[in-house]
């Protein structure tokens, strides 16, 4: 399994007010903690609401979070005891970890930092060692016990300043109905009507006031939830450095890319059409020269001239697609990859669903990817039948080639997937290999998608039926995508096949790790059917 750092983009700054609760937290190479900008003390009392509001959430949450930290502690407690205790603890230890979650997006919500979850374990380890060794369910659990202790009080004390705030600010609108014109006090005594207009005045200060109080008290949740539950500076500080090593790396590896592929555009241009060029220069020469006294050989002088200049070209092309076929520039990876499979020695499916074209540079990795691995495919697999799923995932380009054959490709060994590699690195993507002995061989490249600038989508995504029946969404009045007509699928035995709604993405065909059944005719008996109907090429 080859295995790279998925790529991480950059995100704007956050905005006054509270984020949406799925917004996704920065990557290691930015801030973890971004504070919400205040630009006036407006903006500050109404986060302080906020606080309030999280607080008085605090409180009443304080009794479930001891009932879990209780059935945590009954659990360890009675665990020696023939392990008897191991259900409790770990009930209790998922349900932390769950509740953890939700209270990082609480935060979240309520104050406008983002805390980034801790790293998972690593998944190469035993099953028990991730259960007993992680810490995330362990910490999870203190923040439970801690925040229950720390929002009883806090939540009460708010609670109680509020609520003695909106009493005295309230105060003239119920003061008529006092006896005696006297207001008594919970702890004795009572105040004369002179003094109540100085109390409104404290209570209307105190409605002020207690927002920013807060915000402040608001700092302990903080500070539980970075220690606890956010990721610890020590990890942040391991992920930046594997990340500056990958990017250095990645710098190498790409300047001798750059370098390998400048000296193989110029051998190829030495080796094929400098030559026919050179050879066209002189049947030109030749043939000027006996225009006076022998036309005819004059003739086959330019006739064979006229050959050469079409096998120039021919080359010509054959370089240029090299580089970037003028296909993937004109009409994106769909037309690509179709011209692809049609060039390819064995069938293969095509399907392509993709809403936008991302940049120029990802679509050539894309192609390359493909391209590299179906000649690999072709030459080492013995596969009978190959299938390439190719789909956009949040800002992910996913690229997938699956094929049947025997599998145990190694990427240790040849330049090819070392090469792609290395294409897949410089964009700072992810490529994946699982090829166990026997097959299938699956191929899995993630690429972060950076639209270019300007681009239009080459073609719009499938959509439901119209209102009313007819023409579906996304397609014209004749029931095709804009941009031409496409031929109907059919099955290599040249019976067609029903047009088949794409699901959200693609899955694996047939299904990695289960019986292979792949079929000569080339319908699917298991795995659900592709996201769009794929083009069996011969």
């Known amino acids: 399994m080859t295995t790279l750092p998925a790529a991480t983009g950059g995100r704007p700054d956050p905005v006054p007010g509270p984020p949406p609760p799925d917004a996704p937290c920065p990557g290691p190479d930015e801030a973890t903690e971004p504070r919400p900008r205040i630009s006036n003390v407006g903006t500050l009392w109404a986060w302080g609401w906020l606080s309030i509001v999280h607080l008085v959430l605090d409180l009443l949450l304080s009794a479930p979070f001891l009932v879990i930290g209780v059935i945590a502690l009954v659990g360890v407690v009675t665990l020696p005891a023939l392990l008897a205790g191991l259900p409790f603890l770990a009930v209790a230890l998922v349900i932390g970890m769950g509740l953890g979650a939700l209270e990082r997006l609480r935060l979240q919500s309520f104050t406008g930092v983002c805390l980034a979850p801790p790293p998972a374990p690593r998944y190469d380890q035993p099953l028990w060692r991730r259960l007993v060794f992680d810490s995330r369910p362990w910490k999870a659990q203190g923040y439970l016990f801690l925040i229950a202790l720390w929002g009883l009080t806090a939540g009460l004390a708010i609670l109680v300043l509020l609520c003695v705030a909106l009493a005295l600010a309230a105060l003239p609108f119920y003061a008529q109905s006092l006896p005696n014109d006297r207001l008594s006090m919970p702890l004795g005594g009572s105040i004369g009507a002179g003094v109540w207009p100085w109390l ?74 400098q030559q026919r060029l050179v050879a066209i220069a002189m049947d030109i020469g030749m043939a000027r020269e006996k225009l006076d006294r022998d036309v005819p050989g004059a003739r086959e002088l330019l006739d064979k001239a006229h050959v050469a200049a079409k096998e120039a070209i021919t080359e010509m092309r054959q370089v240029a697609r090299g580089i970037a076929p003028p296909v993937l520039t004109d009409r994106g990876l769909d037309a690509a990859l179709s011209a692809l499979a049609a060039r390819a ?43 390439v799923d190719v789909w956009l995932r949040d800002d992910l380009l996913v690229v997938r080639v699956l094929d049947d054959g025997v599998g145990g490709a190694d990427p240790s060994r040849g330049t090819g997937l070392v090469g792609l590699t290395n294409r897949v690195r410089a964009v700072d993507g992810n490529l994946e290999v699982s090829s166990p002995t026997g097959g299938p061989t699956l191929l899995t490249v993630q690429l972060p998608v ?6 239009v989508p080459d073609r719009p995504p499938a959509g439901p039926p119209a209102p009313g029946g007819g023409v579906p969404a996304g397609r014209d ?10 031929s109907p699928d059919r099955s290599p035995s040249g019976r067609q096949t029903p047009e088949r709604p794409p699901p959200e993405r693609p899955e694996p065909w047939p299904p990695v790790g289960r019986p292979r059944v792949w079929p000569p005719s080339g319908r699917r008996t298991q795995g659900p059917p592709p996201a769009s109907t794929p083009r069996s090429q011969p």
Do not use: W
């Open 477 to 486: 009045a004749t029931g095709q995508p804009p941009g031409g007509r496409r």
């Open 450 to 455: 950076r639209r270019a600038p300007g681009a």
């Open 345 to 387: 020695p064995l069938p293969v499916d095509v399907a392509v669903e993709l809403p936008r074209r991302p940049s120029p540079t990802v679509e050539a990795i894309a192609y390359f990817c493909v391209s590299e691995a179906l000649t690999n495919v072709a030459k080492h697999s013995r596969a009978t039948r190959v299938r």
């Open 200 to 273: 409104t005045a404290v209570g209307v200060a105190g409605l002020l006031v207690i927002p920013l109080v807060a915000r402040a008290m608001v700092t302990v949740d903080l500070a539980l939830g970075r220690l606890l539950l956010g990721r610890s500076r020590q990890a942040e500080l391991k992920e930046l450095s594997q990340r500056v090593q990958t990017l250095t790396e990645t710098r190498v590896a790409t300047v001798d890319s750059v370098e390998m592929e400048r000296r193989r555009i110029e051998r190829d241009l030495h080796d094929g059409p």
